[in-house]
């Protein structure tokens, strides 16, 4: 495949061995698998989790679940606190698939209540420890209130209590990742201790570093990870998968070379990777640089790394050795920190063989 | 106007303001007026741009300048260095319009002489300081022998020199703005001086802060701007611009209000801002919390920011008399750290009466 620009390639291969991987785990854990769809927003990834048996999916917005209830899906999940100010694609999408949202406000369901047409599957939103959003524990009187309204509520149809335990990505390594991940099954445990007089109330996990770490899910019903799909360097880095597991990478043409200073200017910038960082040796870094060797890309270059991004321009370091065979018009592969992002930016994909893979941004 | 979900609100004559001001600045100085398109990336208010007299622009990508092309201009500078990779893109370019392209290797442009079929304008990239790209004062052997390849090739057009002093957006305040832009027009007059025996050389330089702070663009032909069609919390934390020449704000709906940590969630996150961020009174914030009255804005509501974003959610913290009259459902506004990135993302835009507004990456 010719590369004229930024352009994020996939390769097949370790996406569906990814997807096989969490797939095995949560069948052998005995949780339904409902993985989350806002890092690949693709109709054709989105088939090969049902090939693996996936017919239950999340999403981030309802915007990206009429998308999918469009693709033939008709479970899906919004992990977003519900919008009120979208009701009226709530009622759309109820009449016709089996739409899961969020609560953390008895007056919002109140008002939920009011507005809605057809039955909504819900879920109350619980913090175990992320802060931002979601009920905690010591709020009982509130997630009472809120399961007493949806158990007599006939359009409601309770689900149970549904968590992210989102400050594992902050997490130093995988001891504290598993640690963070027990901790908050234990917590949702609790939650649901609360108000087991409501009947059956599951419990939905979801992060992709606990999900990916986790020996066990003992006590939880659901996970919901998203991220794993691709991996990136964020989960690298911390240990929550290796290298292979790495599913993507963004080619970037080089533009420019400056050896006086061990640097290269590649087209790849803000609007291709976003702004996300992380710390490699006490540096902030925005993507790590792979050679392309015909449909593969190589094990990273040791130490060299999107130093710097402005609009379109990634500045490359790295050792003399690396940017002594650069020149410009040359493609190097970067591998992403934040694949959710960077997919989302660049709105589609291409497999290693060249084949085009859509993007709902590119729709 | 009714607002379901993130929508980028401009307030038109707030920007017919800004596009007025620049271009009166740049007649009065005896400047050509070269706007950069890529914070807007409008055809409508490139349109606008038109009205004030614009009729050569500068774009940050090559797909960029097709667009602008297709739209009807035909005079467009590419500020950033010339991809070699979609030569053939350049090639269809300018057998239809002046193509301005960015050249600091004598090696690029040699195999740009070799594959080019129709004239192009060329401009040697210098690094007035930013060290992002281009050639420094000393690397003059460098710069005279592209001079001298430009000059002597039939193909290129010899423009002159071209630099972004970049280094402006980190500058404290308005003096060192100045005294960057001030000390970049005099580095590139030396720089001219160097290559006198070219004949005409033009300087082209291009930030906003200092093309917004400067009194004198003395010794400068042509002034690239871009960011100031919008401006943002960048540029008014800076002092490059003040709150009344914000172009645009993002209407958010609020999903959730936590009274007990003043916070409040909105449906507006990593996808709708980027991750660009500011520090204020020590902090980063990632946004700027306004009221929406009818069809016009508020000043900011003093201490209320956005404080993290991820995907989808943004975090707003406020003082205790903002959290009490927010309630789910209701529309925020919010004034963007990074204008350029947040269009990039919303790929669209309303004018406060509700008309819709292209933007490139929407269509």
Known sequence: MQIFKPTFILDPEIIRANISFMAGKADREGVQF???????????????????????????????????ALAGWNDISVAFPVNLAEIGLINDLTAKVSLGVLVEDSA????????????????????????????????????????????????IRFKGILTHAGHTYGA??????????????????RVKALIKEYGECLISIGDTPSCSLL???????????????????????????????IGGIVACPVVAVHPGRNQAVLYGGAVHFSKDRIKVG???????????????????????????????????????????????GQILGVVPVHSCLTANLMRGYHLKDGQPVDHMQGI
């Open 215 to 245: 020996e066990s899910f003992s006590g939880a019903d659901e996970i919901r990870p998203g991220n794993f799909v691709f991996y990136d360097l964020m989960q690298l880095y911390q240990g929550s998968c290796n290298f292979g597991q």
């Open 282 to 328: 006490g540096r902030e870094i925005f993507g790590q640089i792979v050679l392309l060797n015909g449909n593969s890309w190589s094990d990273p270059w040791p130490g060299a790394f999107l130093v710097s991004l402005s609009q379109e321009h990634g500045i490359l370091e790295g050792d003399e050795s690396l940017i002594a065979r650069l020149s410009p």
């Open 172 to 189: 130093p390594g995988p001891d504290e990742v598993k640690r963070i991940g027990a901790e908050s099954i234990e917590y949702m445990i």
């Open 108 to 155: 919002v369901l109140a008002r939920l209540i009011r507005e809605l047409r057809h039955p909504v599957d819900l879920w109350i939103k619980i913090d175990c420890g992320y802060h931002r959003t979601g009920l905690q524990i010591e709020q009982t009187d509130e997630i009472l209130k809120i399961s007493r309204m949806a158990v007599n509520s006939p359009l």
């Open 34 to 68: 409902r993985p989350h769809f806002k890092t690949h927003q693709s109709v054709m990834i989105g088939s090969w989790f049902r090939e693996a048996g996936v017919t239950k999916i999340t999403v981030s917005s309802l915007s990206m679940a009429r998308f999918y």
